[in-house]
């Protein structure tokens, strides 16, 4: 239990620490004035100021911000923090309360890149940790070591020591990935495009609905399954072929984590497979137990839900400061009023600590169910 609270401290402050850097570093590059950098979101735990700056650990691990001066939700920010007062040291104000440091003062490609910054550290994170496990662990790719008899893939032609290239027009990397493409295509025919010879060839199977009990819910669930069992072969990468392997592997988890959003929208997906800190943490646990490449690999896939997570357009995450500078660039200029804008963020902020809650809410209902 020791080992998996700090494991997912360090999983989750490791994160958010990344996705925060990426909104401060730019911040600074452009001229902002930064008061606060946080790791966590509540009253402060511990800090120290260096320059204009107030870094701080506060005492809720679930997120963190980079309070930058003229931000329009500054005074939700002060609320996040538990209070609203501006930490003393920074920059006077003109007669109109504004500085030329202000975030509102930056031009628009500045704020774009600001807003955006946190999310492209998230994904290079991501990429750089697939592409070290690539140089470290190896690269794996999949290949069928077994076709059951008379399965959806014998009916289908596929054999024994094929390699498994693309699974439903995606590029597949490791025999994870195989699986989970075609579990969501339970009683579906699916393209599948293996190497064998040296020639590429596809195959179309149609994979049988089989009922698996799930360890988010708790419940059973329908998956898909076509008679085969995976091996894994291959070997260290060069620095070039890691890159590239860490940017497919990116893109790949990019579009499973939009896909399952879009699966929660259409039904397809339970909204109590939504975990929270404590899912987060029981996942880390297993993934440090394994070794370390597993859970560098698991702190990648984190990453990118949090980067994907921060794109939704709900104000008080990153995604709805670029729907506001959206709006603002189709105005030709005109931004959303600061009131406007204010009220806009305390409904986003709700909406995601009700989020929070029900993911929790998830977590707590598991561990009960077990």
């Not at 402060?44 to 930058?68: H, N, Q």
């Not at 190896?138 to 008899?149: C, D, K, L, S, T």
């Not at 094929?162 to 493409?181: A, F, K, N």
Request: charged share 20%.
């Amino acid at each position: 239990m020791i080992i998996t609270i700090l494991v997912t401290v360090i999983v989750l402050g490791v994160l958010i620490f990344v996705h925060e850097l990426g909104h401060f570093t730019a911040a600074k590059s452009v001229g902002i004035e930064v008061p606060r950098f946080s790791i966590g979101l509540g009253p402060k735990m511990a800090g120290f100021r260096r320059g204009e700056t107030e870094y701080v650990l506060s005492w809720i691990p679930l997120g963190g911000y980079v309070k930058m001066a003229g931000m329009a939700d500054e005074e939700v920010a002060g609320k996040l923090e538990g209070g609203t007062a501006s930490p003393p040291g920074t920059e006077e104000r003109g007669a109109a309360g504004t500085s030329p440091r202000d975030f509102d003062a930056k031009p628009f490609w500045a704020r774009v890149m600001v807003i955006s910054a946190g999310v492209i550290m998230n994904w290079l994170f991501a990429v750089v940790a697939f592409a070290a496990i690539a140089m470290g662990q190896g690269v794996f790719e999949p290949r069928i070591v077994e076709v059951a008899p008379g399965s959806p893939a014998a009916e289908a032609g596929l054999r024994d020591n094929d390699l498994i290239r693309r699974v439903d027009g995606v590029s597949v990397h490791d025999p994870t990935q195989v699986t989970m493409r075609i579990e969501r295509r339970a009683g579906e025919s699916v393209d599948i495009v293996v190497e064998r010879d040296g020639e590429d060839l596809t195959f179309v199977a149609t994979p049988d609905a089989v009922e698996q009990f799930s360890d988010l819910t708790g419940d059973s669930r329908t998956v898909g399954r076509i008679g085969i069992r995976l091996g894994a072969d291959g070997g260290r990468a060069g620095p070039i072929e890691a890159l590239g392997r860490g940017w497919s592997s990116a893109t790949y988890w990019s579009g499973a984590v939009v896909q399952f959003l879009t699966d929660l929208v259409t039904g397809r997906s339970s909204a109590r497979e939504i975990g929270g800190p404590i899912m987060i943490g029981e996942i880390s646990g297993r993934a440090a137990r394994a070794g370390f490449w597993e859970l560098l690999g698991f702190m990648a896939v984190i990453s990118i839900n949090l980067a994907i997570f921060n794109l939704l357009p709900i104000p008080v995450l990153d995604g709805g400061h670029l729907l506001f500078l959206g709006i603002e660039g189709l105005r030709g200029g005109r931004a959303l009023s600061v009131q406007q804008r204010m009220r806009f963020t305390t409904v986003g902020m709700v909406f995601v600590l009700a989020l929070m809650l029900w993911a929790v809410g998830n977590d707590v209902l598991r561990v009960i169910l077990r």
